[in-house]
């Protein structure tokens, strides 16, 4: 009788027990979820970066680009300092809150996808967890540029009418969009769209490619399994040489059919854009005017690029780990349900949040900040907020 008493309660518990047992989620969709958002804010943080550092180089090259005057070294340097006396220092960074509203969702979206493409190529070909070989390498790679270039593509048109045009003629970017929609139609939005998708999968494809592939036999002939910052630097150089320079006559291409409105031009496909060029320029000046430049600011801005986002993902996966050992998280006690970030991750983030407010100001108005400029803070913060959960 004592013994069915006890097991009578013993079941009593268990039955009282089942409804409360705690049934927590696989921690991989968590994991998931957070690696795609360090990739995004990486990649952001990688082309604000980049991009703002270069900017007088790629206005400057974006000018040539567009007009029938010889290019130069000298030339470039005259046109540099003729803008400085002008209309000041700040003037060289001329469009370059345009140039982060394009960017920052550009290089966030394209290190992403080629993370995630990465994956998905592994799993296809079956190197999953291991490095791709070269032609899923380059597929990788392509598809990445591909897609943010889609996604983001009227931002890079109003970005190349903010670099030639004065600042008398376009206030901001809202004020480029409302006036080549009244007055050349939205389809105007999308003038050199194909050349620039033509572009980016040589150019995205080697820039991956190469970047990957000198990391790969670095670690294979060092012993290494990560390079150093320096090394980075030298590694995206050399990717973005080898990239930009496979895809240069067709970003020539790209800014004439971009600018035309505003430059006095009609050029109504790639072919008879490249034949009017040559005509009139010449093969090798005119298609390929500016790249002298673009062999000093692409290796540069690719280099603090790819080392920006590598760099920036191993900070985000140590604060994320560090998180979790220093507050005791676990997949039974999730980071968000009593568990909150360190104060160190906060500060970084946050850091990380301030910086793009930083990089998207206003070149022609130093003090102020744009309304592009608030949105982009604004939206940092926010992003910073989920990732801290």
Known sequence: MGNGVREGQVDFKRQDAEPTTPTH??????????????????????????????????????????SSKRFSAKEAYRLIYRTYLNEGVWSLWRGNSATMVRV?????????????????????????GKALTPFPRFIAGSLAGTTAAMLTYPLDMVRARMAVTPKEMYSNIVHVFVRISREEGLKTLYRGFTPTILGVIPYAGLSFFTYETLKKLHADHSGKS???PPERLLFGACAGLIGQSASYPLD??????QTAGVMGHTYS????????????????????????????????????????FDLTQILLRKLQHSTNVERGCSPERPR?????????????????STVFHAFCRDASSPPACTRECRFLTAFSWIWSSILLQ
């Open 25 to 66: 989620l696989p921690p991989e969709g968590n994991q998931e979820n957070k690696k795609v958002l360090n990739s995004l804010m990486s990649g952001a943080l990688a082309g604000a970066v980049a991009k703002t550092a270069v900017a007088p180089l790629d206005r400057t090259k974006i000018m040539f680009q567009v």
């Open 104 to 128: 920052i969702p550009y290089a966030a979206i394209q290190f992403c996808a080629h993370e995630e493409y990465k994956q998905l190529l592994g799993s296809y070909y079956g190197f999953q």
């Open 226 to 228: 990560q390079p150093s």
């Open 252 to 257: 020539v291409v790209r800014r004439r059919m």
């Open 269 to 308: 496909s790639i072919l008879l854009t490249m034949q009017e060029i040559i005509r009139e320029e010449g093969l090798i000046r005119g298609l390929y005017k500016g790249l002298s430049m673009n062999w000093v600011k692409g290796p540069i801005a690719v280099g603090i690029s790819f080392t920006t």
């Open 336 to 352: 968000g349900a009593g568990c909150p970030a360190p104060l160190a991750a906060r500060v970084v983030y946050a850091l990380i």
